[in-house]
């Protein structure tokens, strides 16, 4: 019993983390989509302004509803793209909400850093 009890206390954290991690992909699937949408939008209307999740034909969540999508700044020239954690992916204290701008540039609001985020 001792031993079973030693193996999951090791074995529950790496599974965790591994879900979270999963999660995360899934997040960043998102707004690399949303960032090419985002550019066609560009080219039919010659500005990021007034540009809407439904005009991208996104929806406000990840397919596992562990991030909530939106489009924090749309700019003539300029955006930036959030995925919010929910649920259980808030305990993702290292990365937290992901944001993705018009030149690629990556951002985190966690503690940790961007390259293990990302």
């Known amino acids: ?61 990840t397919d596992n509803k562990h991030y909530q999508l939106e489009i924090g700044k749309a700019e003539e020239n300029s955006y930036q793209l959030k995925a919010t954690p929910q649920n259980a992916q808030r305990k993702d204290k290292t990365c937290g909400r992901l944001t993705l701008n018009e030149i690629g540039q990556k951002g985190i609001s966690g503690t940790g850093r961007i390259e293990e985020c990302w």
Do not use: D, F
């Open 1 to 61: 019993m001792a031993i079973i009890g030693i193996l999951i206390a090791i074995s529950y954290p790496v599974y965790n983390n591994h879900v979270i991690k999963m999660n995360r992909a899934q997040a960043h699937i998102a707004l690399l989509n949303m960032a090419a949408g985002m550019e066609r939008y560009h080219v039919l209307h010659h500005s990021y302004e007034e540009a809407t999740l439904s005009s991208l034909e996104m929806n406000n969540y």
